[in-house]
């Protein structure tokens, strides 16, 4: 029941370079996508969410890209910087009462210097 | 900044026995949630809470488990007989009636021996 799916388990780039973390998704019911950051030993931390009448949402370093038609969302980080490496997780909810969320598997971002 | 705590960090116990999970939400959220991730897995949504009742709940959370709101602060998960794959983090989250983000605690590790 693989809902979400982050197809790249892991992820390494430079500081100062743009990370882009990749999430599709299957469900069409879904209408609200988040992206948290997990360190080791600590729970998933809140970055970002954007709604499906939206195609773009910018907090920051941080962007997410939503296409509605393919399904797709991304999670665009510039620049990068060490301190953002972490495990990123997508996650969609279907908007309504108590809204369950969705976690995809994850993409383990390294940023080196 | 108001954090979800919960309490223990790591809960040790053996086979058969029941466990009692804590989780402080944020004080002003409405709606509670404990989500659980097996080593290696992805994070799973269990049940979600509000207005003093289950709204949702999922395959995982059967019979053996139970969530409670004992007085105005605490949200617990208690499972009754605990098996050797319900070795897990379990993660407690909240949020306010009107947003989708949730918020997450630091989650306590359980281990069934």
């Known amino acids: 029941d693989q809902q979400v799916k982050q197809n790249s388990p892991s992820l390494s780039v430079q500081e100062g370079r743009i990370s882009i973390l990749n999430c599709d998704y299957t469900?069409?019911?879904?209408?609200?996508f988040l992206w948290y950051k997990k360190y080791p030993a600590e729970g998933p931390t809140f970055l970002i969410s954007?709604?499906?009448?939206?195609d773009k949402n910018e907090d920051g370093r941080f962007t997410v890209f939503l296409n509605k038609s393919a399904k797709h969302l991304s999670l665009h980080i510039v620049p990068s910087q060490p301190g953002d490496s972490a495990v990123y997780f997508c996650?969609?909810?279907?908007?309504?009462?108590?809204?369950?969320?969705?976690f995809g598997t994850g993409t383990r971002l390294q940023v080196t210097l | 900044e108001p954090e979800v705590t919960q309490t223990p960090s790591h809960q040790v116990t053996q086979m058969g026995q029941e466990v009692i999970l804590r989780c402080v939400p944020i004080?002003?959220?409405?709606?509670f949630y404990w989500y659980r991730q097996i080593l290696g897995q992805k994070v799973e949504f269990l049940v979600s809470?509000?207005?003093?009742?289950?709204?949702?709940k999922s395959e995982i959370f059967d019979d053996q488990f139970s969530v409670e709101r004992p007085d105005g602060s605490n949200f617990t998960l208690k499972i009754r007989s605990t098996k050797l794959e319900d070795s897990a983090m379990y993660f407690c989250?909240?949020?306010?009636?009107?947003?989708?983000?949730?918020?997450f605690g630091p989650g306590t590790r359980l281990t069934v021996t």
């Open positions: 989250a909240s949020s306010v009636i009107r947003t989708y983000e949730q918020y």
């Open positions: 469900n069409s019911m879904f209408d609200y």
């Open positions: 954007i709604s499906s009448i939206k």
């Open positions: 996650a969609a909810t279907q908007t309504g009462t108590a809204s369950k969320l969705t």
């Open positions: 004080s002003n959220h409405l709606y």
């Open positions: 809470f509000y207005n003093n009742e289950i709204s949702e």
